[in-house]
Each structure stands twice: as C-alpha cells, then as structure tokens.
C-alpha cells in the first residue's frame, strides 16, 4: 500500500502535531483580542502530508435553497473546512457561497461524497465530473466513497475510481465514509491508495472505538458525523454538569470533546448563532476526568444507519 502524495498547506488556519491523534488533549487557542479568528482552528496531518482543518461546516439535510445563504454565513463565521455529498442535491449551493466569497481557493477544504448509485467505476468517475461542474472548482480536497453497501459489493471497484481521479489531482485526497473493520482491511489489500479519511458515526453514545482503532492504525484520519448525536446527547445530565463547569453549552463540551479526541468534526445548523457558538471550541479545554466523564457515556446507540445493512443506492 502506499499513502497519497501530493502536498496541501491550509493558509488560514493553524497546524497541529501531526501525530495527535486518539485520547489526545489539545491547548486552548484564541485570537489576541479574544476573538475567535481561522487561525484558531488547528489542522491534522493526513497520510499523503496534506493537511485537514479539524473543525468544519457541514450541510447534511441543509435544503438546497438555504445552502448558499447558511454556508456564507459559516465562512463569515471563520469556517475554512465544508462538507457536503452528491446525496445532498446542494453541492450547488455550497459552490454558490465559495464563488461569492470570493476567498483564496488555498484557504478553504472542501469536501464531497460519492452518490450510493455510482460505485460502477464509469459511474463514479462521472458523478465526480458533475460535483465539480455545481461546486464551480477545478478540483477538491477531498473525496469520500460516502457508503461500502456491502450487498452491493461494488466499493473496491468505486475506490479504483477515486484513485484515478486523485491521481489526476483533481482531488487532493480520498477517503471513505462509514466503512467498518472489515471494508478497510478488504480495501488495504486490495488496491493501492491507504484512505486518508474514514467519517463515520461517533457521538458520545457511540464512541465507535473498534473502527477509530482501526484508523488509527493504518494513520487514517476519523471524522465524526453526527457528532451531537442529532441533539439528543445534549440533554445527559454529565454533559450538562460539565458544561456548566466551564460556562459552555453542552454542544460546545461536545464538540471539545470530538476536537480533545483527535477526531475532525462538522457540526451542522441552521441558525446562525448555532453556527457561531459551534465555532467557540478552542478558548477552552477539556480535564482529564470530563473526558473520562464523558467517553464512559458510549451506550452503544447509533442514530444513523448501521454501514452492514445500508444497501440504498436510491435506484
């Protein structure tokens, strides 16, 4: 196997130790007026010596016709990193917003995901030719097969064509999204590119150590979806008391956690002071025991899909 090549520096934001990764505690970062700023945010290292910006803005479930107006507000906010998917129909509005911007094309990563319906190799490579036509960029910083769909047994195939295009560098790195143990040791040996990201699931509820443990041994990032758990671990009686501890919403001690752990993070909203108060992670850190507190929570509840019986490929 080997590790993708080609080089990217993310301007705008602050790079981290390349090998913090799991159970990792970070120090507090804030602008010198005590504002947060982009270069609050710290970066991980990916395995093809790209870098990633750890905290991002993700439009899961965003409508399409919202998606220019709340992605403009985040990057007015101080998001560099945005995460969207061919199944969100809104990659043309996430493109809408970085073309009125107007920002430096360095300064911003931008991440999107395969449609289940085009594992076909040909498939893939022309659904990509059309996340770059609504984006409105000649290329990507990262892009994710979104789901294996293993009843459909075609995800090898699909990643033969994410490593085309990364070899066409028309995306600066590749990964996978909700792929567990067995899809990523079938992919390592298998074919040649190590994925340089696996998003999947992870929530407090749902530490999902079995498959962080995984990428962390083969050096592949992990990205939590999901991290609030649609909400509903806002409202544990641990998160609050901690929260309180440190004046924060629970959303932020969420949040800090995820960050504390090593993982890249997307909080997703609507509003824009959500959107702002998701930005305030790095003026504040974590103890050892609100980590503990909050890692013993992990009950084993998934919110989403589990990636073994998701098979829609929507056709």
């Known amino acids: 196997m080997c590790s993708p090549c080609p080089a990217l520096a993310a301007a705008a934001v602050t790079p981290g130790p390349a090998n913090r990764r799991r159970g990792s505690h970070r120090p507090a970062v804030s602008a010198q007026d005590g504002s947060m700023s982009t270069a ?62 107007g920002l430096p094309r360095d300064e911003l990563f931008v991440t999107t995901k395969l449609n289940n319906a085009f594992h076909a190799h040909d498939d893939a490579l022309a659904a990509f030719d059309r996340s770059l036509d609504e984006l409105q960029l000649d290329h990507v910083d990262l892009f994710l097969i979104h789901w294996p769909l293993p009843a459909v047994d075609r995800y090898v195939e699909a990643w033969g064509a994410l490593e085309e295009i990364y070899r ?6 590749i990964g996978v999204s909700n792929f567990e143990p067995r899809h990523l040791r079938r992919l390592l040996a298998e074919t ?16 999902n150590e079995e498959v962080r443990a995984v990428d962390a041994e083969h050096d592949i990032v992990t990205e939590a979806w999901s991290p609030l758990g ?48 998701n930005f305030g992670l790095f003026d504040f850190t974590l103890s050892d025991a609100d980590m503990a507190d909050i890692t013993g929570l992990d009950r084993g ?11 829609d490929t929507g056709r």
Do not use: C
């Open 40 to 101: 609050s945010v710290p970066t991980l290292a990916l395995n093809n010596g790209t870098s990633i910006p750890q905290l991002g803005f993700g439009t899961f479930k965003i409508p399409p016709e919202q998606t220019r107006d709340l992605v403009t507000v985040a990057l007015e906010t101080g998001y560099r990193h945005l995460d969207t998917a061919q199944m969100y129909r809104n990659e043309r509005g996430v493109g809408d917003a970085i073309a009125a911007a």
């Open 168 to 173: 066409s560098g028309r995306a600066r790195a």
């Open 192 to 207: 040649t590119v190590v994925p340089a990201v696996n998003q999947v699931e992870v929530h407090p509820w749902l530490g």
């Open 230 to 277: 649609r909400g509903r671990v806002l409202e544990d009686p641990t998160i609050a008391r901690i929260a309180a501890d440190h004046d924060r919403t629970p959303a932020q001690v969420v949040l800090r956690w995820h960050v504390e752990r090593g993982d890249v993070v997307f909080p997703k909203s609507v509003t824009p002071a959500r959107i702002a108060e």
């Open 301 to 311: 509840e998934r919110i989403g899909s589990h990636p073994e019986e998701m098979n």
